[in-house]
């Protein structure tokens, strides 16, 4: 399963960066410009994963059916642009593993469902994405996660076949379009994951509880 991996593609926020802060507050400020309460940060982070739609889902309980939701969604953005450098860093452990990733030569790279507009920024103004291979937001291709395109996109411009792709995340949508493009899959624990997740059910291939654990791995199974 694991013999032959060239490179490691991870999902963004909740596997590489803790990005919950600032996403809970450019929602939460949509609230208190309401004159609503505004909500603890917990509330927000367990659903940091899903972008706007999370965001916008515990903020005000509506999701994209809802006929104010695209009107919300590009404020929510408007929000989240002028704030997202305050508080989003790279996870513990992750420059460590990165590094080693580079210094053992494996190729790394990002496929997130985060729009180019955020992805671009943070990956230039984030010393910790220097050596990124291959970055691929949710509007590089045509579909976006869970759909396999974007992770086959990844594969293709860093010029190896799907199965010689690890792909790392914390969302079930990661480990099904993992699944779908023939990757090994691992599951984030300490990611977002979901107000509900059941990530046994996922069907990922490994399951770690820190990125060093990645490391770890990856000693153990590949080289």
Same mark, same amino acid.
């Given at each position: 399963?694991?013999?032959?991996?060239?490179?490691?593609?991870?999902?963004?926020?909740?596997?590489?960066?803790?990005? &919950?802060?600032?996403?809970?507050h450019a929602a939460d400020k949509m609230r208190t410009d309401r004159g609503l309460e505004p909500l603890p940060l917990a509330d927000y982070r367990a659903m940091a994963g899903a972008g706007a739609r999370g965001m916008l889902g515990v903020a005000f !309980? @509506?999701?994209?059916?809802?006929?104010?939701f695209d009107l919300l969604r590009e404020e929510f953005f408007a929000n989240y642009t002028a704030c997202m450098f305050n508080h989003t860093a790279a996870f513990d452990e992750v420059v460590e593993l990165l590094a080693t990733l580079t210094a053992r030569g494996?190729? =790394?790279? @990002? /496929?997130t469902n985060k729009a180019a507009r955020f992805t671009e920024p943070l990956l230039r103004t984030l010393p910790v994405f220097a050596n990124c291979a291959v970055a691929i937001s949710g509007d590089t291709?045509?579909?976006?996660?869970?759909?396999?395109?974007?992770?086959?996109e990844a594969? +293709? +411009?860093? +010029?190896? &076949?799907? !199965?010689?792709? @690890?792909? /790392? !995340?914390?969302?079930?949508r990661d480990i099904v379009a993992g699944r779908a493009a023939g990757m090994p899959t691992v599951a984030a624990n300490y990611g977002?994951? !979901? &107000?509900?997740?059941? /990530? +046994?059910? =996922?069907?990922?291939?490994?399951? @770690?509880?820190?990125?060093?654990q990645l490391l770890q791995f990856l000693s153990s199974r590949l080289i």
């Open positions: 399963m694991f013999e032959g991996v060239r490179a490691v593609l991870f999902d963004l926020d909740g596997t590489l960066i803790d990005s &919950a802060t600032d996403l809970g !309980g @509506i999701g994209p059916g809802d006929p104010d494996f190729l =790394w790279g @990002i /496929v291709t045509l579909h976006a996660k869970p759909h396999p395109e974007p992770l086959f594969a +293709r +411009r860093l +010029r190896v &076949a799907p !199965g010689q792709c @690890i792909y /790392v !995340g914390d969302d079930e977002y994951l !979901g &107000a509900t997740a059941s /990530v +046994r059910a =996922w069907g990922a291939d490994a399951e @770690i509880n820190s990125p060093a």
